[in-house]
C-alpha cells in the first residue's frame, strides 16, 4: 500500500512539473515574441542608415558618387532607387564603395517586418545584409575574400575596378546597370 500511494505521489509531482515546464516554456516564447516589433523595426532603421541616395544630375539624370568621381548613365525604368556608402580601408588596402538596390534592400527588410517570430526575423536577416552591401567595389582585388569578381572594369582615368556581390541578393539587371559605372 505505501509503495501505491508512494507510486501516485511521484506520478503527480511528474506531471506538475512537466506542466510547469510548458508553461513556463509558452511563456518564454510569448514575451519574445512580443519583441519582434521592436528588433525588426530597429533591424530595418540600422540597414537604412548604412547608405545614402547616390546623387542625381538634375540636367541628365545620370547618377553621381562624387568621394570617387564615378558616373552612372541615366537608370532604366525598372531600376529607380539607388544607395551607395565610401568607405576608405585600410586593410586590405584600398577603397570600398558598395551600391545597392534600394527597391530590393526594402523587399529584403519587408520580410524582417512581416516576420511572425523571432527566428522568422533572424532567418531574414543575412538576405536583408546581403542587399544592403549590392554591389561591392574596389580599386584591388581582393583574394582573401574567397570570391573572385564577378567583372573587372578599366574606367577612362585607367584606375581599374573589382566587382563584387553576396549570391543572397543578386538581381542581374541591376548588376548589369552597376557596369556601366565610369569615371569624370
Given at each position: 500500500?505505501i509503495?501505491?500511494?508512494?507510486?501516485i505521489?511521484?506520478?503527480?509531482?511528474?506531471i506538475?512539473?512537466?506542466?510547469?515546464?510548458?508553461?513556463?516554456?509558452?511563456?518564454?516564447?510569448k514575451l519574445?515574441?512580443?519583441?519582434?516589433p521592436k528588433?525588426?523595426?530597429?533591424?530595418v532603421?540600422?540597414?537604412?542608415?548604412l547608405?545614402?541616395?547616390?546623387?542625381?544630375?538634375p540636367?541628365n539624370?545620370?547618377?553621381?558618387?562624387?568621394?570617387?568621381?564615378?558616373?552612372?548613365?541615366?537608370p532604366?525604368?525598372n531600376?529607380t532607387?539607388?544607395?551607395?556608402?565610401?568607405a576608405s580601408?585600410?586593410?586590405p588596402?584600398?577603397?570600398?564603395i558598395?551600391?545597392?538596390?534600394?527597391?530590393?534592400?526594402e523587399?529584403a527588410?519587408s520580410?524582417?517586418l512581416?516576420?511572425a517570430?523571432?527566428?522568422?526575423?533572424?532567418n531574414?536577416?543575412?538576405?536583408?545584409?546581403?542587399?544592403?552591401?549590392?554591389v561591392?567595389?574596389?580599386y584591388?582585388?581582393?583574394?582573401?575574400?574567397?570570391?573572385k569578381p564577378f567583372?573587372?572594369?578599366?574606367?577612362?582615368?585607367?584606375r581599374?575596378?573589382?566587382?563584387?556581390q553576396?549570391?543572397?541578393c543578386?538581381?542581374s539587371?541591376?548588376?548589369?546597370?552597376?557596369?556601366?559605372?565610369?569615371?569624370?
Open positions: 500500500m509503495i501505491v500511494v508512494f507510486a505521489i511521484v506520478l503527480v509531482i511528474g506538475n512539473i512537466g506542466f510547469t515546464a510548458y508553461y513556463v516554456n509558452r511563456q518564454n516564447n519574445s515574441d512580443l519583441y519582434v528588433i525588426s523595426y530597429d533591424l532603421r540600422a540597414l537604412n542608415q547608405s545614402v541616395p547616390l546623387v542625381v544630375s540636367t539624370g545620370e547618377l553621381y558618387i562624387p568621394e570617387a568621381h564615378l558616373v552612372l548613365p541615366l532604366p525604368k531600376l532607387h539607388f544607395g551607395y556608402s565610401y580601408l585600410p586593410f588596402p584600398g577603397t570600398e558598395e551600391i545597392n538596390s534600394l527597391t530590393e534592400l523587399e527588410e520580410a524582417i512581416n516576420s517570430s523571432l527566428q522568422g526575423v533572424y531574414s536577416v543575412p538576405k536583408a545584409q546581403s542587399c544592403a552591401r549590392g561591392q567595389i574596389y584591388q582585388s581582393q583574394p582573401e575574400s574567397g570570391q567583372y573587372t572594369k578599366v574606367l577612362t582615368d585607367k581599374t575596378l573589382y566587382f563584387y553576396d549570391n543572397l543578386e538581381d539587371s541591376f548588376t548589369d546597370y552597376i557596369e556601366q559605372i565610369n569615371s569624370y
